[in-house]
């Protein structure tokens, strides 16, 4: 049963913007701005708003530590949990199920996690 949903995506931060922005017929496209794309052809990306914004629910040392998709995962996680209603606590939180889903795996993650078994980490 699901009991609420989250997403997070360039059209918007919850699935109401999302399906507002898609109703409407907005384009999420528009210049690159998250690195110089001026060696590159094509200079527009749908890109997530705000994407780096801390999330003041975590310590920031925490939060660092995720890449863009982990923390638009938790976001949205969290975005679902509330529209449930629902309360975690230590004895509800193993009859919660997350069923999650992007649209690529996490390069940077990948990446970073096989530099850090190289350096013996």
Do not use: H, K
């Not at 997070?8 to 690159?32: H, K, N, Q, V, Y």
């Not at 052809?41 to 997530?48: D, F, K, N, P």
């Amino acid at each position: 049963m699901i009991t609420g949903a989250g997403a997070i995506c360039a059209l918007g931060p919850t699935p109401r913007a999302i399906w507002d922005a898609m109703a409407e017929g907005t384009s999420a496209f528009g210049p690159i701005t998250r690195f110089d794309a001026s060696a590159f052809a094509t200079r527009i990306a749908a890109e997530v708003a705000n994407a780096d914004r801390p999330d003041p629910r975590f310590e920031a040392a925490y939060w660092g530590r995720l890449d863009a998709r982990s923390r638009f995962a938790v976001r949205a996680t969290l975005d679902a949990v509330r529209r449930a209603g629902l309360n975690l606590t230590p004895g509800n939180r193993a009859q919660v199920a997350v069923v999650l889903a992007t649209e690529r795996p996490a390069d940077e993650a990948i990446a970073a996690g096989a530099a850090r078994l190289g350096a013996g980490d």
